[in-house]
Nanobody
């Protein structure tokens, strides 16, 4: 059974940084595609970053995430990280990670292709 646990969220001032973690059990994250998603209050869940299986450099970001967010993997810890920088109030949301065994090159963040989801971690950007 796949379990994904996000952590690292919190309250941060505009311009600040956070590092989110997605720790997994029941799946080897280096063998699957991992996506990061967020859901702001009153809005639909949306994807914005993904990383493919293996060390192929298959990484994608939505335009608003480019240059501010960085996705990475620690295979020894079976964890995917998301470094959030230059945070804006509009980044406030619950952040989720998800996995799918279906490979895509380049990776994608269509919600419907992901099978397993974490419970989310709240990120609040406010002064």
């Amino acid at each position: 059974q796949v379990q994904l646990v996000e952590s690292g969220g919190g309250l941060v001032q505009p311009g600040g940084s956070l590092r989110l973690s997605c720790a997994a059990s029941g799946v080897i994250l280096d063998h699957v595609m991992v996506g990061w998603f967020r859901q702001a209050p009153g809005k639909e869940r949306e994807g914005f970053s993904c990383i493919g299986a293996g060390g192929s450099g298959n990484i994608e970001y939505a335009d608003d995430a480019k240059g501010r967010f960085t996705i990475s993997k620690d295979n020894a810890q079976n964890t995917v990280y998301l470094q959030l920088s230059s945070l804006k109030p509009e980044d406030t949301a619950v952040y989720y990670c998800a996995t799918t065994e279906i490979p895509h090159v380049p990776c994608r963040w269509d919600l419907g292709i992901y099978d397993d989801w974490g419970q989310g971690t709240q990120v609040t950007v406010s002064s």
